[in-house]
T-cell receptor, first 114, second 111 residues
Framework: DAGITQSPRYKITETGRQVTLMCHQT?????MFWYRQDLGHGLRLIYY???????DKGEVPDGYVVSRSKTENFPLTLESATRSQTSVYFC?????????????FGSGTRLTVV | DAKTTQPPSMDCAEGRAANLPCNHS???????VYWYRQIHSQGPQYIIH???NNETNEMASLIITEDRKSSTLILPHATLRDTAVYYC????????????FGDGTTLTVKP
């Protein structure tokens, strides 16, 4: 089905481990985003990408790495997971034209770092 | 980048109109106002957007003031299923990647 999919839906990892969250969209949207949402709070932008091979930092990029070698994929890597990175991670995509470009969000990945 | 300010919470009686305000006093000319809502822990869902004219769709109406410094999302006949967190963001060509969501407004629709 067309859409935006995130995997895994749930992940438990240990402190210090590297973990990668996957995001795939089927619309060929130019923009893709990663947000984190801590319990009881709103969304904070981690990184975004305007096109393949173009990425930029958001509000809270420290401890995260992204890449975008293909338009449809935008993986997020936690290089050395910490407990403070326990959160729900949402991926989103959008068209280039901001007049039409509403965000479409994935279902989220709930990450627990122990 | 334009920021938005929303009240943290609001209540509304079922069947009545819910009016959710948003302040975006630093909005620039090319920035649109977008509204999203998030139910439970699902991904946020797009509701409506506008530039300067009022807009209406099957979900809601959006009223933008003439100076564009604030807007109001109107849910004309709120139901219990409209209980959610509502986010107002601004987005334009100059900040197309860096829109911030903030904490939004938690709307509770009561029977």
């Amino acid at each position: 089905d067309a859409g935006i999919t995130q995997s895994p839906r749930y992940k438990i990892t240990e402190t210090g481990r590297q973990v990668t969250l996957m995001c795939h969209q089927t619309w060929s949207h130019s923009y893709m985003f990663w947000y984190r949402q801590d319990l009881g709070h709103g969304l904070r932008l981690i990184y975004y990408s305007a096109a393949a091979d173009i990425t930029d930092k958001g509000e809270v990029p420290d401890g995260y790495v992204v890449s975008r070698s293909k338009t449809e994929n935008f993986p997020l890597t936690l290089e050395s997971a910490t407990r403070s990175q326990t959160s729900v991670y949402f991926c989103a995509s959008s068209e280039l034209n901001t007049g039409k470009g509403s965000y479409t969000f994935g279902s989220g990945t709930r990450l627990t770092v122990v | 980048d334009a920021k938005t300010t929303q009240p943290p919470s609001m209540d509304c009686a079922e069947g009545r109109a819910a009016n959710l305000p948003c302040n975006h006093s630093t909005i620039s000319g090319n920035e649109y106002v977008y509204w999203y809502r998030q139910i439970h822990s699902q991904g946020p869902q797009y509701i409506i957007h506008g530039l300067k004219n009022n807009e209406t769709n099957e979900m809601a109406s959006l009223i933008i003031t003439e100076d564009r410094k604030s807007s109001t999302l109107i849910l004309p006949h709120a139901t219990l299923r409209d209980t959610a967190v509502y986010y107002c963001i601004v987005r334009g060509y100059t900040n197309a990647g860096k829109s911030t969501f903030g904490d939004g407004t938690t709307l509770t629709v009561k029977p």
